[in-house]
């Protein structure tokens, strides 16, 4: 299970609480992205980022924020402003180059539950 | 955007027997087309995909076909085993490097009968 690290696995928040959850990876990839996975919903693309200090709003990126400081790590914010944020969050990398540019291996995912 | 759909949103198949999950997508643009595989509680992996200029491609027990003039592709399993249960999620993209993305399905849950 290398290669793309999500923390923490479990989180729980108070409302009006802002949180963030990490990834990182190890495999040199350029490309990563967020998505919120919710039953029945499929995964929907939060934001994604093709290089570093350079991210990207998803499809539905209202009430969180992202950086890129470091190739290797992409944190989501959740703020207090995201309405339903109980969730399982993925994040996934991908090389970025064209060839392989959307394949995307994903973290074990991080569930937040807003209390 | 791209909008992609999977139908029927569950599946129910005996050991054995060939299951067909089924995607549409709207851009006709798109050329890349992967198809995602997660068990219960782990994370989505990608089991086979396609790009827009071959019409089939097969991996042992699993294929996926291409048809451009109807906007759609589906996965074949064949000889279905208890460890295929599982969602799959199908996705569509412009292959075209720099903020190039992914759309997802909402996924089908595939359960396989011992």
């Known amino acids: 299970d290398g290669g793309i690290t999500q923390s923490p696995k479990y989180l729980f928040r108070k409302e009006g609480q802002n949180v963030t959850l990490s990834c990182e990876q190890n495999l040199n990839h350029d490309a990563m992205y967020w998505y919120r996975q919710d039953p029945g919903q499929g995964l929907r693309l939060i934001y994604y980022?093709?290089?570093?200090?350079?991210?990207q709003k998803g499809d539905i990126a209202e009430g969180y924020s992202v950086s890129r400081e470091k190739k290797e790590s992409f944190p989501l914010t959740v703020t207090s402003a995201q309405k339903n944020p109980t969730a399982f969050y993925l994040c996934a990398s991908s090389t970025g180059h064209l060839s392989g540019a959307n394949v995307l291996t994903f973290g074990a995912g991080s569930r937040l539950t807003v209390l | 955007g791209e909008n992609v759909e999977q139908h029927p949103s569950t599946l129910s198949v005996q050991e054995g027997d060939s299951a067909v999950i089924k995607c549409t997508y709207s851009d006709s643009a798109s050329n890349y087309f992967p198809w995602y595989k997660q068990e219960l509680g782990k994370r989505p992996q990608l089991i086979i995909d396609?790009?827009?200029?071959?019409g089939e491609k097969k991996d042992q027990r699993i294929a996926v076909t291409l048809n451009k003039t109807a906007k759609h592709f589906s996965l074949h399993i064949t000889e279905t085993q208890p460890e295929d249960s599982a969602v799959y999620f199908c996705a569509a993209s412009r292959n075209s490097g720099a903020n190039s993305k992914l759309t997802f399905g909402k996924g089908i849950t595939l359960s396989v009968r011992p």
């Open positions: 980022s093709q290089i570093v200090n350079d991210f």
């Open positions: 396609i790009r827009s200029n071959v």
